[in-house]
């Protein structure tokens, strides 16, 4: 129930200590730059086809843009390496789950830093990496049914943007890190799986 959820979310994204923000590259802007294959001195690039069923597939073999060459004006377009949270709004051919949100990992890529295409919604701190379990959790709470419950409470939209995000509640920092921990020992977790986990949350959480 929507009353449950506001029992267990509480918190607003900068009551975290996070924010969330557009990525800064727009491919067409540097084709110059760009990488097909991956190389030692090459900034990761990811864009919305590097994301799908809950999966990060980087680099791709369909898509030819996997990455920019390190130059002065790249590095501007990109982050230090970190554990970022990546929302991405689904085109309804897609599927029917309109948002879905992937946890970035440092170790999932060899290079210094990442860089994130202009429509892809990125949850960061200060431009800086929010930490493994963090992000983790946030964006197991992000696919969870109470999220989305909250976000068509208050939006008339399909799509999440910025101000949503900063508008949504979440449960408490240590409440998310648990979420964290239990989604990394998840192989192929589910939306009920899921949904029944959050659930249990929602049943224990204290009413306001």
Request: with cysteine; net charge positive; hydrophobic share 40%.
């Amino acid at each position: 129930s929507v009353k449950g959820d506001n029992d267990l979310c509480t918190h607003k994204l900068f009551e975290l200590g996070v924010d969330v923000s557009i990525g800064r590259v727009s491919p067409s802007c540097v084709i110059k730059l760009w990488l097909d294959k991956p190389s030692d001195d090459c900034i990761p690039l990811l864009l919305a086809h590097h994301f799908s069923r809950r999966r990060i597939q980087w680099p791709s073999r369909h898509h030819g843009l996997n990455a920019l060459r390190l130059t002065a004006e790249t590095e501007k377009l990109s982050v230090p390496r970190g554990s970022y949270v990546i929302v991405r709004n689904v085109p309804a051919k897609e599927g029917s789950r309109r948002i879905v949100a992937y946890a970035v990992k440092a170790t999932d890529f060899p290079c210094s830093r990442l860089a994130f295409e202009q429509h892809l919604l990125v949850i960061n701190s200060r431009s800086q990496g929010i930490g493994d379990d963090f992000a983790s959790g946030i964006a197991l709470f992000l696919n969870s049914a109470a999220a989305y419950r909250q976000f068509a409470a208050f939006s008339g939209q399909r799509r999440m943007h910025v101000a949503d995000l900063r508008h949504m509640r979440f449960p408490s920092r240590d409440i998310i890190s648990e979420f964290g921990r239990w989604a990394s020992h998840q192989k192929n977790v589910t939306q009920k799986g899921i949904d029944n986990y959050i659930e249990s949350f929602r049943a224990h959480a204290p009413s306001k």
